[in-house]
C-alpha cells in the first residue's frame, strides 16, 4: 500500500455514523466547509487501506456466521430425521431451513431504510442478541412447532439483521476493488459452512445436540463482538425518513429483471446443497460416512468461487463473469444425469460449489452498480434480498416434490429443474446486460 492510499484512507476513514465534523479541503472556504454534505453525495471511497479492509474483517465474521448456519441446515436436517424430529416426514423438516433462508431474506427490506439512515450499530447489536438468543432456545427444543419458532423465525430474524450491514458496508469503501473485496468477505461463509456441519457431526455424538448448538452461540457471540467494533459507515446519520418498500425501484427495469435472474437462479441453486448426500447414497452407492462430508465438500469448493470469479469480474465486468459461470453451472448441473459414483459424486460437489458460488457474491456489487444514487443501496439491496428469499424458500420444496420418493424417486426431473434453472437465470441476466450496453461482446459490465 502505498502513502498516498494510506493518507486517502486514513482522512475517509474519520468518516463515520457518529461523526458531526466534516473534512476540510483545500481551497474550500469556511463557510462552505460548515455547511452539512448531501450524504447522497459521499466523498469517493478509499478502495483499499486499513479501515477499508478491516470492514472486509468484519464483513467476514457476519457471513462466517449468517451464510455458514444458513448453508449448514443439511447437518440439522440429518440430526432431526434421524432422532429429534424422526416422526415428522423430510419434506416437513425440510421447510424449517428453507423458511429460515426468506426469513433472514425478508427482513433485510427492514434492516436496509435503517443501513441507509445511518443505524449500523443499532442492526449489529440487536441482531447479536437475537441471533443468540434464538440459538440458546434452539437448544432447548423438543417439538417441531419448537424449532420452526426458534431456529426458522427468531434466529431468521437475528441473521436479517446483521446480514445486509455486511453486504452494504464494504461495498461502501471500495471502487474499483469492491467486487474483489465482496467476494473476500463471502468466503467467511464458505469456512462457516465447513466448520458448523462438522461441529454438529462430531459434538452432537459427545456431548449431545443441546451443548452443540450452545457452543455455536457462544462462537457466533464471540465473532459479532468483533464485527461491532470495527465497522463503520462512511456517511454520516441522515434524518430523512425513508420507505421500507419503495416501490419507484420497480421503476427501473434493469435492477427489476436482475432481481428476477437472481430469483430464478435461487430457486435451483440450493438444490444439490439439500439433496446431494441423498443422491450419493440412494444413487451412488457412497456409505454413509462419506455422504455426511458432501456438504462440507461442497462448501470448501465454493471458498475459492468466491474470490477468483469476483477478481475477475474486477477485471472483466461483473454481468460478464456472472453470465459465465451461469452457463458453466447449469452445464454441470446437467453433467449429474451421468456420474453415478461416490468417487464422481465428490468430484461434482467440489466444482459445484466452486462455479456456483458467484451466485452468492456477485449479486451485492451488480445491485449496486445498477444504482446511481449511493444512499439508497441498503435499501435496493434489502428488496433484492427479499425477492431472493422467496426464490430459496420455493426451490428445494420444488424440488423436494420432484424427487418424490428417494428411493423410486425421478432424480432427473430433479436435476433438470436445477439445470433449466441456471440457464434460465443466465438468459434474464443477459437479457440486462443486452439492454445496458446492446450486443457489444467486448466491453466491461
Same mark, same amino acid.
Given at each position: ?140 427444543? =423438543? ?58 457431526? =462430531? ?243
Amino acid at each position: 500500500m502505498n502513502s498516498k492510499e494510506e493518507k486517502h484512507d486514513s482522512d475517509s476513514s474519520t468518516l463515520r455514523e457518529d461523526n458531526n465534523a466534516l473534512q476540510t479541503s483545500p481551497g474550500v472556504s469556511s463557510s462552505e466547509q460548515l455547511e452539512p454534505q448531501d450524504d447522497a453525495q459521499p466523498p469517493p471511497p478509499p478502495n483499499g487501506g486499513f479501515m477499508a479492509w478491516l470492514q472486509v474483517a468484519g464483513a467476514w465474521t457476519i457471513m462466517f456466521n449468517v451464510l455458514g448456519l444458513l448453508n449448514s441446515y443439511g447437518q440439522f436436517q440429518s440430526i432431526y430425521e434421524t432422532d429429534l424430529l424422526k416422526n415428522e416426514s423430510a419434506s416437513t423438516i425440510a421447510w424449517i431451513g428453507s423458511a429460515q433462508f426468506l426469513v433472514c431474506y425478508f427482513v433485510c427490506i427492514f434492516t436496509g431504510p435503517l443501513l441507509d439512515t445511518g443505524y449500523l450499530r443499532l442492526l449489529l447489536g440487536a441482531g447479536t442478541i437475537v441471533t443468540v438468543f434464538g440459538l440458546m432456545m434452539v437448544s432447548l427444543c =423438543h417439538s417441531y412447532y419448537q424449532f420452526f419458532l426458534a431456529q426458522t423465525i427468531l434466529t431468521g430474524i437475528g441473521f436479517g439483521l446483521i446480514f445486509l450491514p455486511a453486504s452494504s458496508v464494504v461495498s461502501q469503501w471500495f471502487s474499483t476493488r469492491s467486487p474483489f473485496a465482496i467476494g473476500i468477505s463471502v468466503t467467511g461463509s464458505s469456512i462457516g459452512a465447513v466448520i458448523y456441519p462438522i461441529m454438529l457431526q =462430531h459434538l452432537t455424538g459427545r456431548i449431545g445436540f443441546p451443548w452443540t448448538v450452545r457452543i455455536m452461540g457462544f462462537m457466533v457471540l464471540g465473532t459479532m463482538l468483533f464485527a461491532a467494533a470495527v465497522m463503520r459507515v462512511r456517511v454520516g446519520k441522515n434524518p430523512q425518513k425513508r420507505k421500507v418498500i419503495d416501490l419507484g425501484h420497480f421503476k427501473d427495469k434493469l435492477y427489476v429483471i436482475a432481481c428476477l435472474s437472481f430469483f430464478v437462479n435461487f430457486l435451483g441453486l440450493y438444490v444439490f446443497y439439500y439433496f446431494i448426500s441423498l443422491y450419493a447414497t440412494e444413487v451412488a452407492g457412497a456409505d454413509r460416512s462419506l455422504a455426511n462430508y458432501l456438504l462440507p465438500i461442497l462448501n470448501a469448493g465454493s471458498f475459492f468461487g468466491r474470490l477468483i470469479p469476483n477478481w475477475l469480474a474486477g477485471r472483466y465486468g461483473l454481468m460478464n463473469v456472472q453470465i459465465i459461470f451461469g452457463v458453466i453451472s447449469g452445464a454441470l448441473a446437467f453433467a449429474l444425469l451421468g456420474i453415478k459414483t461416490p468417487g464422481g459424486v465428490v468430484a461434482f460437489a467440489v466444482i459445484y460449489g466452486f462455479v456456483s458460488a458467484p451466485y452468492v457474491s456477485l449479486p451485492i456489487p451488480i445491485v449496486t452498480s445498477l444504482s446511481p444514487d449511493k444512499s439508497v443501496w441498503a435499501t435496493r439491496l434489502g428488496m433484492s434480498f427479499a425477492i431472493i428469499g422467496l426464490g430459496a424458500l420455493i426451490g428445494s420444496p420444488v424440488a423436494g416434490a420432484i424427487l418424490g420418493d428417494s428411493k423410486n424417486g425421478n432424480w432427473t426431473g430433479l436435476i433438470v429443474w436445477c439445470g433449466v434453472m441456471f440457464f434460465t437465470s443466465t438468459a434474464i441476466l443477459t437479457t440486462v446486460r443486452t439492454m445496458k450496453v446492446g450486443f457489444k461482446l467486448l466491453v466491461k459490465v
